[in-house]
Nanobody
């Protein structure tokens, strides 16, 4: 089982930027896909962005054009660059790694967008 540790969350004003990073305890090359999800208070967890082993990316409509997901196989990290942040982006953000048989989650990092 891989360990996933998220970092980079915090408090930012509307229109600001944050970069989240997910560090894996082992090689991320074995994962079919990795992604970022978020869960706001009182809401279900939702997908934000996904990147496959072939570098195909997919984004939630609400973040297209503002967020960018990337992976670094040498560092075993997956990052989420978040620009033009809005109050509705406030949530706990979770990293996720999938194979054909397993799904692993990190503990999450809080992102708060507020003036």
């Amino acid at each position: 089982q891989v360990q996933l540790v998220e970092s980079g969350g915090g408090l930012v004003q509307p229109g600001g930027s944050l970069r989240l990073s997910c560090a894996a305890s082992g090689s991320i090359r074995s994962f079919a896909a990795m992604g970022w999800y978020r869960q706001a208070p009182g809401k279900q967890r939702e997908v934000v962005a996904v990147i496959t082993s072939g570098d195909f990316t997919n984004y939630a409509d609400s973040v297209k054009g503002r967020f960018t997901i990337s992976r670094d196989n040498a560092k075993n990290t997956v990052d989420l660059q978040m620009n033009s942040l809005k109050p509705e982006d406030t949530a706990v953000y979770y990293c996720n790694a999938r194979t054909s048989l397993t799904i692993d989650w990190g503990q999450g990092t809080q992102v708060t967008v507020s003036s």
